[in-house]
């Protein structure tokens, strides 16, 4: 039996061709992948740095607000102690009759069948307008009621004021 050299010889060529092929579209699509991989990781850097710099700006922005906050939380607990203050001052002046509450009465309702004099006293400031005085205890709840009122429009205040502060 004879060896068939030239088979041999062609499949050799066939096989080595097909191997080299093979070498040169893996070194080939080795570049496009790398290449590929790089892009990519670019990329995702860039989101990466994109996506730190909106968190960054969101926590400068909560930073603000907490800040704006607690300045207005500062306001609004110094406005109630202010208020509570001058509640307690009036309070203990109505108590030791250091000040007395009056109201102004119409002067042409005669129906009431109220006399009081319309003179003004010599350190009064009524202009000769007819006033009553009020009865201390009544003057202390009207204190009670005004700082009641007093207290909810300096919490409203601050509730606006917080709404601004949040929708800004």
């Avoid at 710099?53 to 500062?74: I, P, V």
């Avoid at 307008?129 to 009207?142: G, N, S, T, Y």
Wanted: with cysteine.
């Amino acid at each position: 039996m004879t060896v068939p050299w030239r088979l041999i010889g062609v499949l050799g060529l066939v096989v080595g061709s097909f191997g080299s092929a093979w070498q040169f579209q893996d070194w080939r699509y080795g570049q496009q992948l790398a290449e590929q991989a790089k892009l990519h990781a670019e990329t995702l850097n860039q989101l990466i740095q994109a996506a730190a710099t909106a968190q960054q700006a969101e926590q400068d922005k909560r930073l603000a607000l907490e800040q704006r906050l607690a300045a207005s939380e500062q306001t609004h607990f110094r406005k109630m102690t202010d208020a509570q203050r001058d509640q307690d001052r009036l309070r203990d002046r109505l108590a030791t009759a250091d000040l007395r509450l009056s109201v102004l009465l119409d002067a042409t309702d005669v129906a009431k069948g109220c006399d009081v004099p319309t003179t003004a006293s010599a350190g009064g400031v009524g202009h000769a307008a007819v006033r009553a005085r009020l009865d201390p205890a009544h003057a202390q709840r009207i204190i009670a009621i005004t700082d009641n009122g007093d207290r909810g429009l300096i919490a409203l205040q601050a509730c606006q004021a917080y709404v601004r502060g949040v929708t800004r």
